[in-house]
């Protein structure tokens, strides 16, 4: 959080043009089924959801810029870092 703030503050006062230059881009883990995933579905009644061998997950990834909003798209496989 202190590098974000240090660099809006590097950059406070850089020309519209500057601005329109960055890409802003970010990636997301969702789980389906587990802890940290919440879904709302609607379901006959009497039927009961059923996960063998946890949910999985998928990553996203997307970016942006001060002129246009790219794709967003999904990550196969793993990522190493």
């Known amino acids: 959080m ?6 809006a503050k590097r950059h406070l006062k850089d020309s ?3 601005r329109n230059k ?4 970010d990636e997301t883990k969702i789980e389906l089924f587990g802890l940290n995933a919440k879904s709302h579905v609607w379901r ?3 039927t009961i959801p059923t996960v063998k ?6 990553m996203l990834c997307g970016c ?7 794709r ?3 990550i196969e496989g793993k990522i190493y870092g």
């Open 64 to 70: 942006f810029s001060a002129a246009v909003t790219g």
């Open 53 to 58: 061998h946890g949910g999985g997950s998928i």
């Open 72 to 74: 967003l798209g999904r």
């Open 22 to 25: 960055i890409l802003w881009s």
């Open 16 to 18: 519209q043009t500057m």
């Open 2 to 7: 202190t590098a974000r703030l240090e660099c």
């Open 44 to 46: 006959k009644p009497g």
